[in-house]
T-cell receptor, first 111, second 111 residues
Framework: DTGVSQDPRHKITKRGQNVTFRCDPI?????LYWYRQTLGQGPEFLTY????????KSRLLSDRFSAERPKGSFSTLEIQRTEQGDSAMYLC?????????FGPGTRLLVL | GENVEQHPSTLSVQEGDSAVIKCTYS??????FPWYKQELGKGPQLIID?????GEKKDQRIAVTLNKTAKHFSLHITETQPEDSAVYFC??????????FGGGTRLMVKP
């Protein structure tokens, strides 16, 4: 499978714990995006990388959130001191140009 | 910022009937209009897209029409099948290509 992959697919954690998600984009794609999707809503943009540079961050991305793409390939999204309101599906997408291809998502549940 | 309104929010059709979903937008600079299908527990999957230099694009049972003057674009599914049941999202790119999504349409195809 040469599509976008995400790991883990599901994560249950207790409030206050840190979690880290990984995204592996389609191999030749230089652009990588993170989105968050809550139940019944469309995905909302969080942040965007072009190669290793983080070019844009949404106001949704609080100080507890950090994303990296150290070598311009895979990316990680870390949430520190998780809160119940962080429970959502975290989606990664990649692109070469305007067409974005999404991964299967990581569903986070904060208890 | 970009505002995308999607209607209807739910749509129930009989197998074999057609389904139409419409999105309206406000940013006249938009020139790329994708549609995504999301099945339960999965990431959004691109099903068709259109660029502003054409008014209609068709791919088998799926078509998208674009009216730039009126600032709306629509997804048309003909001869619906039960496997078409899913949530459909329109989206618009902003600077940097991050997508703004519509609110989604839950399509139910009754056999």
């Amino acid at each position: 499978d040469t599509g976008v992959s995400q790991d883990p697919r599901h994560k249950i954690t207790k409030r206050g714990q840190n979690v880290t998600f990984r995204c592996d984009p389609i191999s030749e794609h230089n652009r990588l995006y993170w989105y968050r999707q809550t139940l019944g809503q469309g995905p909302e943009f969080l942040t965007y990388f072009q190669n290793e540079a983080q070019l844009e961050k949404s106001r949704l991305l609080s100080d507890r959130f950090s994303a990296e793409r150290p070598k311009g390939s895979f990316s990680t999204l870390e949430i520190q001191r998780t809160e119940q309101g962080d429970s959502a599906m975290y989606l990664c997408a990649s692109s070469l140009a305007e067409t974005q291809y999404f991964g299967p998502g990581t569903r986070l549940l904060v208890l | 910022g970009e505002n995308v309104e999607q209607h209807p929010s739910t749509l129930s059709v009989q197998e074999g009937d057609s389904a139409v979903i419409k999105c309206t937008y406000s940013d006249s600079a938009s020139n790329y209009f994708p549609w995504y299908k999301q099945e339960l527990g999965k990431g959004p999957q691109l099903i068709i897209d259109i660029r502003s230099n054409v008014g209609e694009k068709k791919d088998q049972r799926i078509a998208v029409t674009l009216n730039k003057t009126a600032k709306h674009f629509s997804l048309h599914i003909t001869e619906t099948q039960p496997e078409d049941s899913a949530v459909y999202f329109c989206a618009l790119p902003k600077a940097g290509n991050m997508l703004t999504f519509g609110g989604g349409t839950r399509l139910m195809v009754k056999p």
